[in-house]
Protein backbone atom coordinates (compact mmCIF):
# COMPACT_ATOMS: atom_id res chain seq x y z
CA UNK A 1 0.00 0.00 0.00
CA UNK A 2 0.73 3.75 -1.03
CA UNK A 3 1.56 5.40 2.13
CA UNK A 4 1.96 8.32 0.77
CA UNK A 5 -1.01 8.09 -1.56
CA UNK A 6 -3.22 7.24 1.39
CA UNK A 7 -2.49 10.58 3.43
CA UNK A 8 -3.31 12.72 0.45
CA UNK A 9 -6.45 10.93 0.34
CA UNK A 10 -7.42 10.99 3.61
CA UNK A 11 -6.92 14.77 4.23
CA UNK A 12 -8.53 15.29 1.10
CA UNK A 13 -12.22 16.72 0.93
CA UNK A 14 -13.32 17.49 -2.74
CA UNK A 15 -11.52 14.96 -5.22
CA UNK A 16 -11.66 14.61 -8.90
CA UNK A 17 -10.76 12.20 -10.94
CA UNK A 18 -9.98 11.82 -14.45
CA UNK A 19 -9.48 8.37 -15.89
CA UNK A 20 -8.64 6.84 -18.96
CA UNK A 21 -8.38 3.42 -20.85
CA UNK A 22 -6.25 1.87 -17.98
CA UNK A 23 -9.70 1.19 -15.94
CA UNK A 24 -10.90 -0.68 -18.93
CA UNK A 25 -8.19 -2.57 -19.78
CA UNK A 26 -8.07 -3.91 -15.75
CA UNK A 27 -11.54 -5.06 -16.39
CA UNK A 28 -10.64 -7.07 -19.69
CA UNK A 29 -11.72 -4.68 -22.33
CA UNK A 30 -8.85 -3.93 -24.90
CA UNK A 31 -7.42 -0.38 -25.59
CA UNK A 32 -8.56 -0.08 -29.23
CA UNK A 33 -5.69 2.21 -29.37
CA UNK A 34 -2.72 0.15 -27.96
CA UNK A 35 -0.63 -1.00 -30.83
CA UNK A 36 -2.22 -5.06 -30.57
CA UNK A 37 -6.16 -2.94 -31.26
CA UNK A 38 -4.39 -0.92 -34.32
CA UNK A 39 -2.70 -4.21 -35.44
CA UNK A 40 -6.16 -5.96 -35.46
CA UNK A 41 -7.83 -2.92 -37.12
CA UNK A 42 -5.67 -2.90 -39.72
CA UNK A 43 -5.39 -6.23 -40.49
CA UNK A 44 -9.25 -6.76 -40.48
CA UNK A 45 -10.12 -3.45 -42.17
CA UNK A 46 -6.78 -1.76 -44.25
CA UNK A 47 -7.11 1.43 -41.54
CA UNK A 48 -6.38 2.13 -38.52
CA UNK A 49 -9.01 2.67 -35.37
CA UNK A 50 -8.90 6.07 -35.90
CA UNK A 51 -10.36 6.05 -39.39
CA UNK A 52 -12.91 3.46 -38.68
CA UNK A 53 -14.48 5.53 -35.60
CA UNK A 54 -14.22 8.81 -37.38
CA UNK A 55 -17.70 10.61 -38.31
CA UNK A 56 -16.80 10.44 -42.04
CA UNK A 57 -16.42 6.90 -41.91
CA UNK A 58 -19.41 6.48 -40.00
CA UNK A 59 -21.25 8.57 -42.52
CA UNK A 60 -19.97 7.08 -45.61
CA UNK A 61 -19.62 3.09 -44.37
CA UNK A 62 -22.26 2.78 -41.71
CA UNK A 63 -22.12 -1.12 -42.49
CA UNK A 64 -17.45 -1.12 -42.16
CA UNK A 65 -18.29 1.15 -38.93
CA UNK A 66 -20.69 -1.38 -37.41
CA UNK A 67 -19.33 -4.24 -38.09
CA UNK A 68 -16.17 -3.13 -36.19
CA UNK A 69 -17.75 -0.75 -33.73
CA UNK A 70 -19.60 -4.38 -32.49
CA UNK A 71 -16.64 -6.30 -32.94
CA UNK A 72 -14.30 -4.16 -31.05
CA UNK A 73 -15.87 -2.40 -28.64
CA UNK A 74 -18.69 -3.96 -27.25
CA UNK A 75 -17.97 -5.59 -24.05
CA UNK A 76 -21.26 -5.78 -22.22
CA UNK A 77 -20.29 -8.51 -19.80
CA UNK A 78 -17.60 -6.92 -18.68
CA UNK A 79 -17.73 -6.44 -14.53
CA UNK A 80 -16.16 -3.21 -12.54
CA UNK A 81 -12.67 -3.79 -10.79
CA UNK A 82 -11.42 -2.60 -7.74
CA UNK A 83 -10.56 0.89 -9.24
CA UNK A 84 -13.91 1.63 -10.21
CA UNK A 85 -15.64 0.31 -7.24
CA UNK A 86 -12.96 2.32 -5.16
CA UNK A 87 -13.87 5.75 -6.84
CA UNK A 88 -17.91 4.97 -5.87
CA UNK A 89 -16.96 4.19 -2.45
CA UNK A 90 -14.85 7.49 -2.35
CA UNK A 91 -18.09 9.48 -3.65
CA UNK A 92 -20.60 7.65 -1.14
CA UNK A 93 -18.16 8.82 1.70
CA UNK A 94 -18.50 12.66 0.47
CA UNK A 95 -14.62 12.93 -0.84
CA UNK A 96 -14.56 12.33 -4.54
CA UNK A 97 -16.96 15.13 -6.49
CA UNK A 98 -17.19 13.71 -9.71
CA UNK A 99 -15.86 10.81 -12.30
CA UNK A 100 -14.41 12.70 -15.37
CA UNK A 101 -14.20 9.84 -17.78
CA UNK A 102 -12.55 9.33 -21.65
CA UNK A 103 -14.47 5.92 -21.39
CA UNK A 104 -17.70 4.49 -23.18
CA UNK A 105 -18.33 1.55 -21.25
CA UNK A 106 -20.85 2.76 -18.26
CA UNK A 107 -18.70 0.39 -15.84
CA UNK A 108 -18.18 3.54 -13.16
CA UNK A 109 -22.16 3.53 -13.66
CA UNK A 110 -22.49 -0.23 -12.63
CA UNK A 111 -19.76 0.37 -10.02
CA UNK A 112 -22.35 2.51 -8.36
CA UNK A 113 -20.70 6.08 -9.22
CA UNK A 114 -23.65 8.85 -9.50
CA UNK A 115 -21.53 12.25 -10.55
CA UNK A 116 -19.84 10.75 -13.88
CA UNK A 117 -19.01 12.62 -17.07
CA UNK A 118 -18.34 10.83 -19.90
CA UNK A 119 -16.49 12.99 -22.16
CA UNK A 120 -16.75 10.78 -25.09
CA UNK A 121 -20.20 9.49 -24.77
CA UNK A 122 -21.31 5.78 -23.79
CA UNK A 123 -22.32 3.02 -25.81
CA UNK A 124 -25.46 2.68 -23.98
CA UNK A 125 -27.45 5.61 -25.78
CA UNK A 126 -28.25 5.24 -29.06
CA UNK A 127 -30.04 7.91 -31.39
CA UNK A 128 -31.78 7.92 -34.73
CA UNK A 129 -30.03 10.54 -37.06
CA UNK A 130 -32.97 11.40 -38.73
CA UNK A 131 -35.99 11.61 -35.79
CA UNK A 132 -33.34 11.89 -32.36
CA UNK A 133 -35.59 8.31 -31.39
CA UNK A 134 -34.22 7.06 -28.65
CA UNK A 135 -32.72 2.71 -29.00
CA UNK A 136 -30.70 0.99 -25.96
CA UNK A 137 -27.59 -1.22 -26.41
CA UNK A 138 -29.68 -4.26 -26.52
CA UNK A 139 -31.77 -3.12 -29.49
CA UNK A 140 -28.79 -1.97 -31.57
CA UNK A 141 -27.04 -5.35 -30.97
CA UNK A 142 -30.03 -7.37 -31.92
CA UNK A 143 -29.80 -5.46 -35.41
CA UNK A 144 -27.77 -7.12 -38.20
CA UNK A 145 -25.90 -4.91 -40.75
CA UNK A 146 -26.69 -0.58 -40.35
CA UNK A 147 -28.51 -0.45 -37.26
CA UNK A 148 -31.64 1.76 -38.74
CA UNK A 149 -34.83 3.59 -37.27
CA UNK A 150 -38.59 2.98 -37.74
CA UNK A 151 -38.49 6.09 -39.66
CA UNK A 152 -35.57 4.64 -41.94
CA UNK A 153 -33.04 6.71 -40.39
CA UNK A 154 -29.48 5.49 -39.17
CA UNK A 155 -29.39 4.98 -35.42
CA UNK A 156 -25.62 6.35 -34.27
CA UNK A 157 -24.35 5.88 -31.03
CA UNK A 158 -23.90 8.14 -28.55
CA UNK A 159 -20.17 8.37 -29.10
CA UNK A 160 -18.05 10.67 -29.85
CA UNK A 161 -16.25 9.96 -33.02
CA UNK A 162 -12.75 11.33 -34.50
CA UNK A 163 -13.53 14.74 -36.04
CA UNK A 164 -16.84 15.55 -33.79
CA UNK A 165 -16.65 18.02 -30.68
CA UNK A 166 -17.06 16.86 -27.11
CA UNK A 167 -20.43 17.85 -25.50
CA UNK A 168 -19.96 21.34 -24.38
CA UNK A 169 -22.18 20.92 -21.01
CA UNK A 170 -20.26 17.90 -20.02
CA UNK A 171 -16.76 19.64 -21.14
CA UNK A 172 -17.79 22.54 -18.92
CA UNK A 173 -19.34 20.23 -15.97
CA UNK A 174 -15.94 18.56 -15.99
CA UNK A 175 -14.03 22.05 -15.70
CA UNK A 176 -15.92 23.29 -12.85
CA UNK A 177 -15.20 20.03 -11.02
CA UNK A 178 -11.90 19.91 -11.70
CA UNK A 179 -11.54 23.77 -10.45
CA UNK A 180 -13.70 23.31 -7.12
CA UNK A 181 -11.12 20.05 -6.55
CA UNK A 182 -9.08 20.04 -3.84
CA UNK A 183 -7.35 17.11 -4.92
CA UNK A 184 -6.93 15.95 -8.56
CA UNK A 185 -6.12 12.14 -8.93
CA UNK A 186 -5.37 11.07 -12.89
CA UNK A 187 -5.89 7.26 -13.56
CA UNK A 188 -5.20 4.62 -16.59
CA UNK A 189 -4.33 7.36 -18.72
CA UNK A 190 -1.01 8.37 -21.24
CA UNK A 191 -2.54 11.66 -21.31
CA UNK A 192 -2.10 11.60 -25.02
CA UNK A 193 -5.44 12.62 -25.96
CA UNK A 194 -6.99 15.82 -26.47
CA UNK A 195 -8.61 17.72 -25.67
CA UNK A 196 -9.21 15.10 -22.52
CA UNK A 197 -5.59 15.63 -21.32
CA UNK A 198 -5.51 19.32 -21.03
CA UNK A 199 -8.70 19.42 -18.63
CA UNK A 200 -5.42 18.93 -16.03
CA UNK A 201 -4.82 22.63 -16.90
CA UNK A 202 -7.39 24.03 -14.94
CA UNK A 203 -6.56 21.74 -11.46
CA UNK A 204 -6.23 24.71 -9.23
CA UNK A 205 -5.71 22.57 -5.77
CA UNK A 206 -3.47 21.17 -3.32
CA UNK A 207 -2.46 17.60 -5.27
CA UNK A 208 -2.14 16.05 -8.25
CA UNK A 209 -1.82 12.52 -8.32
CA UNK A 210 -1.11 10.28 -11.17
CA UNK A 211 -1.40 6.78 -11.56
CA UNK A 212 -0.46 4.85 -14.33
CA UNK A 213 2.13 2.03 -15.69
CA UNK A 214 4.19 4.10 -17.70
CA UNK A 215 4.91 7.37 -17.34
CA UNK A 216 3.09 10.30 -18.63
CA UNK A 217 3.65 14.18 -19.70
CA UNK A 218 2.39 15.20 -16.07
CA UNK A 219 4.57 13.56 -13.82
CA UNK A 220 6.76 16.44 -13.38
CA UNK A 221 3.73 18.22 -12.24
CA UNK A 222 2.39 15.89 -10.15
CA UNK A 223 2.12 15.76 -6.44
CA UNK A 224 3.01 12.04 -6.82
CA UNK A 225 3.14 9.71 -9.24
CA UNK A 226 2.30 5.98 -8.64
CA UNK A 227 3.21 3.71 -11.15
CA UNK A 228 1.36 0.85 -11.01
CA UNK A 229 -2.21 -0.44 -12.21
CA UNK A 230 -4.73 1.78 -10.88
CA UNK A 231 -6.71 -0.91 -9.47
CA UNK A 232 -4.21 -2.10 -7.22
CA UNK A 233 -3.16 1.33 -6.40
CA UNK A 234 -6.73 2.16 -4.74
CA UNK A 235 -7.77 -0.99 -3.22
CA UNK A 236 -6.96 0.23 0.47
CA UNK A 237 -9.76 2.58 0.05
CA UNK A 238 -11.92 -0.93 -0.37
CA UNK A 239 -10.17 -2.26 2.98
Known sequence: MNTALQTIIEKSK???FLGGAGLSTESGIPDFRSSDGVFKAVKAYGVPPETLLSIDFFED???IFYDYYKKFLIYPDAQPNNAHKALAKLESCGKLNAVITQNIDG?????GSKNVYE???SIYRNHCTKCRKFYSL???MSMKGIPTCDCGGIIKPDVVLYGESLDNKVLSDSVRAIREADTMIVGGTS??????AGLIDYFRGDSLIVIN???TPRDRE?????HERIGEALSFILD
Open 14 to 16: RIA
Open 61 to 63: YPE
Open 107 to 111: LHQKA
Open 119 to 121: LHG
Open 138 to 140: DQI
Open 191 to 196: LAVYPA
Open 213 to 215: LSA
Open 222 to 226: ATLCV
